[in-house]
């Protein structure tokens, strides 16, 4: 039995939980997000409390009633407290600011990285090497993380790139001298 679909989640005051056409919808002082409700899982929603109940015990009924509740939560903690991803950049000469909705990075290269602000998510720049990404959707501010990661990740010898800022980056030890 999954141990994660079995659990219910309380649902904090102002916010709203709604079934409609295949979907779980959460409204809530931060906005509205939406989850699909796949075959297989139903969902009851009364005294402030959300059940989710599957029909059969076939896997893959039992690996998607797990999923559901978590997509369901992590929709609840979005709408009520928001999510937010914390990246560190790390070189001689590499910085980041912002100019309008735009990141604009330094990053090494003969040109500046632009990364444009996608809508639902809040870009903000500290001390020209903490980037700050926050949203209510946790799927889409990991991923605009990820895409900033990516324009330059961090190498294995000087640490030089962006990196999360909780990730331990393991070093190499570099060429040795002669003798």
Known sequence: MSRVGKSIIKIPPKVEVKTEAGNILVKGPLGELRSPLYEG?????????????????????????????????????????GWEKNLEIAGVGYRAQKKGKDLVMNLGYSHEVVFPEPPGIKIEV????????TGIDRQLVGQVAADI??????????????????????RKAGKTGKK
Do not use: W
């Open 41 to 81: 899982v139903s969902v009851k929603v009364e005294n402030g409390e959300i059940v989710f109940l599957r029909s059969n015990e076939e896997q893959k009924v039992v690996s998607l009633h797990g999923l559901v509740r978590a997509l369901c939560m992590n929709n609840v903690k979005g709408v009520t407290n």
């Open 126 to 133: 500290a001390d020209l090497v903490k980037i700050k990404i």
């Open 149 to 170: 990661r990516s324009k330059r990740p961090p190498e294995p010898y000087k640490a030089k790139g962006i990196k999360y800022a909780n990730e331990y980056i393991r």
